[in-house]
C-alpha cells in the first residue's frame, strides 16, 4: 500500500492530467512507483455513533453556531459539514430537507473520518480536492499524520504540502493554506511590472474565462442608480450563497446569505445611503442551478430592504465602471472578495472579514473577526477607516493576478492546458470534464503540469 496515491476523485476530466502529474511529481519525491487509486468510504466507528447520539440529544445540530464549532477528536468536523451543507443546492429548498441533509453530511463525515484514521497508517502520499468542504477532514487529519498531501484549490493551482517537515504544521488548518501570506523580498517594482494584466481586467472582467458567459449591462440604464451615485456612502459586494462558505475560516457569520442580511440591516438602521451590488456570477447561466439559488436569494432580500436608501443592483456591471463613477469617500464592504482588490488599487477604502483568501499579516482592509468588531466598524466615519498598506496590496494583487503560479498565470495547469493543446479556456470552460486530446498532448500536458506544481513552505 505504501505505493498507492490515494485521492479524493477519479482519474475523469481534468482530473486525469492533474492526478497522473501528481504521480510522476510523487514518483521523483519519494522515490517509488506510485500507481493511483481512488479512496473507497467505509462506515463510521461506533464511538461516532455515540457522539452523535449524544450531541442529538443536546440539540447540537439545530444550532447554526454550535454545528459549526461541532469537533470529534481534535478535528473541527462542523465546519467542513457546514461548508458542504450550503453547497448543496437542496439545502436552500425548505428547513426539512436542510435537516435531512445535516444527518446525511454527519453520517458522511463519519465515514470519511474513519477512513482518513485507517489509510495514514499505510499509505504516504494523497490527492485531496475541495478540501474546504468534506474532505477538509481527510486533509485536517492526514496533516496531522506527517503525509505528503497534493491539491488544487484557488487561489493556488496544483500544490503540494510536506508534511513530515515540521515548520509546515502551520498549514493544518485548512484556512491557513489557502490564505496567501507575503511573499518575501517583495518590491513595488515587481508587482508593478506586469499590472497592466489586472488593469485590463479591471476594465474588461470578460477577459476572466469563467466570466465570458456572463452579459454586463451599462450602468447608465439604471436612473434610480445613476441619479444616486454620487449619493452613496457605501457600496456592499454580495457573494454566492452556496459557493465557497466558510473555506478561509470563521467570523461569527456560518453562512454569507446571514453575513449580507446581517450588513444591510445595520446600515439600514444607520440611515445611510447603500448599494448592494449582485455578483456577475448570479447572472451566468452556464454555472447552472447554484447562480439560479443565489439569485433567488438575492432578490428576496432585495425586496426585503429596499427603500429610499437602500438600493439593489440586481443585473451584472462592471466594477470599474462603477468605481469610476462613485464618490472616492464611498466605502466598499465585501467577505473576501477579489472586487476589494480593484477598489482598493483606484483608491476606496474597504471593510472586509479576517476570513479571506490572505493573511491577517497582509494589512489592506478594516477587517473583523466577529460580529461586535464587524458592527463597530460599520459603525466608523470614513475618516476612521485606514487606507491600504500600498506594498502589501501590490503584493497580494501580485500573487492572485501576476504571479506565474496564479490562477492567470503561465503555470497555471489550466494555461498548461490551453497552450499545448491549442484550446482556449473558454471553451475549456464550456466542456469541462469532457474535453479530449490524443496521446501524444496528453502525455506532453501531464509532463509539464508535473513540473510546476507548486510547493507550498511555511
Not at 458542504?84 to 437542496?90: F, M, V
Not at 465515514?111 to 489509510?119: M, S, V
Amino acid at each position: 500500500m505504501d505505493k498507492v496515491l490515494l485521492s479524493t476523485v477519479d482519474e475523469h476530466g481534468f482530473y486525469k492530467y492533474i492526478l497522473n502529474a501528481v504521480k510522476l511529481h510523487a514518483n521523483k519525491k519519494l522515490k517509488k512507483n506510485f500507481t493511483i487509486k481512488k479512496l473507497k468510504l467505509i462506515s463510521p466507528s461506533i464511538n461516532f455513533f455515540f457522539f452523535l447520539l449524544k450531541n442529538l440529544f443536546l440539540g447540537v445540530f439545530f444550532d447554526k453556531q454550535k454545528l459549526l464549532k461541532l469537533n470529534y477528536k481534535d478535528c473541527n468536523i462542523g465546519k467542513y459539514i457546514s461548508s458542504a451543507l450550503y453547497r448543496d443546492t437542496s439545502s436552500h429548498k425548505s428547513l426539512f430537507i436542510l435537516y435531512i441533509n445535516i444527518f446525511k453530511y454527519l453520517y458522511i463525515a463519519g465515514k470519511i473520518f474513519n477512513t482518513a484514521i485507517k489509510i495514514s497508517n499505510n499509505n504516504q502520499a494523497f490527492y485531496i480536492d475541495h478540501a474546504g468542504y468534506l474532505n477538509g477532514i481527510f486533509y485536517e487529519i492526514l496533516s496531522k499524520k506527517k503525509k505528503l498531501i497534493y491539491s488544487n484549490v484557488y487561489p493556488r493551482g496544483v500544490f503540494f504540502v510536506d508534511f513530515r517537515k515540521k515548520e509546515n504544521f502551520f498549514f493544518q488548518k485548512v484556512e491557513n493554506l489557502l490564505r496567501l501570506r507575503k511573499l518575501k523580498n517583495f518590491t513595488n517594482k515587481k508587482g508593478k511590472k506586469n499590472i497592466n494584466f489586472f488593469e485590463k481586467i479591471l476594465k474588461k472582467p470578460e477577459t476572466i474565462p469563467y466570466m465570458k458567459s456572463t452579459k454586463f449591462n451599462k450602468i447608465k440604464r439604471f436612473n434610480l442608480i445613476t441619479n444616486n451615485i454620487d449619493k452613496f456612502e457605501y457600496v456592499i459586494y454580495a457573494h454566492s450563497f452556496t459557493d465557497a462558505q466558510l473555506w478561509y475560516g470563521h467570523d461569527g457569520f456560518v453562512t454569507l446569505y446571514d453575513w449580507l442580511d446581517f450588513t444591510i440591516k445595520e446600515l439600514k438602521e444607520k440611515n445611510v445611503s447603500v448599494l448592494v451590488k449582485g455578483h456577475p456570477n448570479f447572472y451566468n447561466k452556464s454555472i447552472g442551478l447554484m447562480s439560479k439559488i443565489d439569485k433567488e436569494k438575492f432578490t428576496y432580500l432585495s425586496k426585503k430592504y429596499n427603500s429610499a436608501k437602500i438600493f439593489f443592483l440586481n443585473t451584472p456591471i462592471k466594477n470599474g465602471e462603477l468605481l469610476k463613477k462613485i464618490n472616492k469617500k464611498t466605502i466598499l464592504i465585501s467577505h473576501h472578495g477579489t472586487a476589494l482588490l480593484e477598489g482598493l488599487y483606484s483608491g476606496f477604502k474597504c471593510i472586509s472579514s479576517i476570513a479571506t483568501f490572505w493573511n491577517p499579516q497582509i494589512k489592506i482592509t478594516n477587517q473583523w473577526k466577529n460580529t461586535n468588531e464587524y458592527r463597530l466598524l460599520l459603525n466608523k466615519n470614513w475618516s476612521k477607516l485606514k487606507f491600504p498598506n500600498k506594498t502589501h496590496l501590490l503584493n497580494i494583487i501580485y500573487q492572485v493576478f501576476l504571479d506565474d503560479n496564479s490562477a492567470y498565470g503561465k503555470n497555471y495547469y489550466l494555461e498548461i492546458f490551453s497552450k499545448t493543446s491549442k484550446i482556449t479556456r473558454e471553451r475549456m470552460f464550456k466542456l469541462q470534464h469532457n474535453l479530449k486530446v490524443n496521446k501524444k498532448i496528453e502525455f506532453k500536458i501531464i509532463n509539464k503540469i508535473s513540473q510546476n506544481i507548486e510547493e507550498i513552505n511555511y
